[in-house]
Nanobody, 116 residues
Framework: QVQLVESGGGLVPPGGSLRLSCAAS????????MGWYRQAPGKRRELVAV???????NYADSVKGRFTITRDNAKKTVYLQMNGLKPEDTAVYSC??????????WGQGTQVTVSS
């Protein structure tokens, strides 16, 4: 059974930092592309950052220079370091594991709230 379990969300003031973690089980983690997505109330889910199986990364323009995605294949975990958080970063952040078009798994999400 595939499980993706996110952690690290919470309430942080503007300018603060958080590190999200997503621990995977039930998949051959190292060959999957891993991504973080977010969905704010009333908005569509959007890609935040992705790291492929080779370690290549891609970021949404809105988070470039502030967020960093990394992975630890030995721990089967992907991380999202978020610095310089803004109120518009408030959303539910979800982890995604993808391999081709037929293997696509999601975590349950973790709430990130940026507010003073």
């Amino acid at each position: 059974q595939v499980q993706l379990v996110e952690s690290g969300g919470g309430l942080v003031p503007p300018g603060g930092s958080l590190r999200l973690s997503c621990a995977a089980s039930g998949i051959m983690f190292s060959i999957y592309d891993m991504g973080w997505y977010r969905q704010a109330p009333g908005k569509r889910r959007e890609l935040v950052a992705v790291i492929n199986s080779q370690g290549g990364t891609n970021y949404a323009d809105s988070v470039k220079g502030r967020f960093t995605i990394t992975r630890d294949n030995a721990k089967k975990t992907v991380y999202l370091q978020m610095n310089g958080l803004k109120p518009e970063d408030t959303a539910v952040y979800s982890c995604n594991a993808r391999l081709g078009r037929t293997h696509d798994f999601w975590g349950q999400g973790t709430q990130v709230t940026v507010s003073s």
